[in-house]
């Protein structure tokens, strides 16, 4: 005869953990939308198949945007890099471009952002295992839209870099400037970071040359220009094509150009920048203090320039109101 057992519990479930243990976060969050496998869905709702390549083999593109005072910012220029990417990887996006800036307007929109950031997503899609792209019928396009994103704890007093021992991909490996959703490089390399207890890692090319931050584009002010790294090793970020604009507006010579370690140790000012980051001062690198370990006049001028732009221009988000009728006094 069977004998009667309770319900089994899992290890380590609700029913097994301590009282004094710390609250348990949700996973994900639980509020809001996602534009995934053609509709709108709750956060809770949001799922990718589990044979979907992106998940199993990194197969797939991303991009970051930003929104501001209502507006997205450089939301034409973010789904032309999609695009970009996904050429160079043969995937297909199931959506022309003007639809999928569509999308991500009605993404924000449908989740009431005014101040915030859009994850764009395209993966192969569910095919079976085996990394073959041919048995992925069609590429899966996700749209997340949240109010908040935070890079760094503390971003505006500047942060703290340690150089990684893990050099970034070489071009005729996997290219840096394709925003793929293989990051392993960069996951790696900012592991080391947080081991040695700072905010974030710098990265050398095969050549030992400067190429750029786990996530961000990288500058130096020295006493002649303000330098950054060439794109060959590094992603050609939409954050750092705008920072050279706004030097040139600004009257400071910006440069583009390989350099060393020495340069950065040696430099009068550092920052890194991203769509995510934005522009964050560098106090420090490899416990070498940068210029006078303070924030420095050109990189204040940069982050007030910069400030000033994203919160002036950009793809709005609602739609415009109707012309009111004019009256004649």
């Known amino acids: 005869m069977a004998t009667e057992t309770g319900p089994i519990v899992a290890e380590g479930s609700a029913s097994e953990v301590p009282r004094d243990s710390p609250p348990r976060r949700d996973a994900r969050p639980s509020d809001g939308l996602v534009y995934v496998s053609g509709a709108f869905r709750t956060s809770a709702e949001a799922t990718v198949s589990v044979f979907d390549h992106g998940l199993l083999y990194g197969d797939g593109v991303f991009e970051g945007i930003r929104a501001y005072n209502g507006r997205i910012f450089k939301l034409e220029r973010h789904i032309e890099r999609l695009f970009d990417s996904a050429k160079a990887i043969r995937l297909e996006i199931p959506h022309t471009f003007a639809e999928v ?55 505006s007093a500047g942060i703290r870099v340690v150089t990684s021992t893990f050099r970034r991909n070489a071009p005729d490996a996997t290219s840096p400037s394709i925003k793929s959703l293989n990051y392993l490089n960069n996951i790696l390399a900012r592991i080391e970071a947080n081991d040695r207890g700072a905010d974030e890692a710098l990265m050398l090319d095969g050549q030992g040359y400067v190429a750029e931050a786990t996530v961000d584009n990288f500058f130096i002010v020295t006493e002649d220009a303000l330098l950054t790294p060439p794109t060959a090793t590094n992603l050609k970020g939409v954050t750092r094509e705008t920072l050279l604009s706004l030097a040139a507006s600004l009257g400071i010579r910006a440069v583009e150009k390989p350099f060393t370690l020495f340069d950065v140790w040696t430099s009068r000012e550092a920052f890194i920048c991203g769509t995510g980051a934005e522009v964050v001062p560098v106090l420090s690198v490899d416990d070498r203090r940068i210029g006078d370990g303070t924030i420095g006049p050109v990189t204040a001028r940069i982050v007030k320039a910069y400030n000033d732009l994203v919160r002036s221009e950009g793809h709005p988000i609602q739609p415009a109101a109707p012309a009111s009728a004019m009256v004649v006094g």
């Open 101 to 155: 800036c569509a999308i991500v307007v009605e993404t924000c929109r449908r989740n009431e952002i005014t101040d915030g950031y859009v994850r764009l997503v395209v993966t192969r899609g569910p095919g079976d295992l085996g990394i073959d792209p041919r048995k992925c019928p069609r590429a899966e396009l996700i749209v997340i839209a949240r109010p908040t994103m935070t890079m760094y704890g503390a971003a």
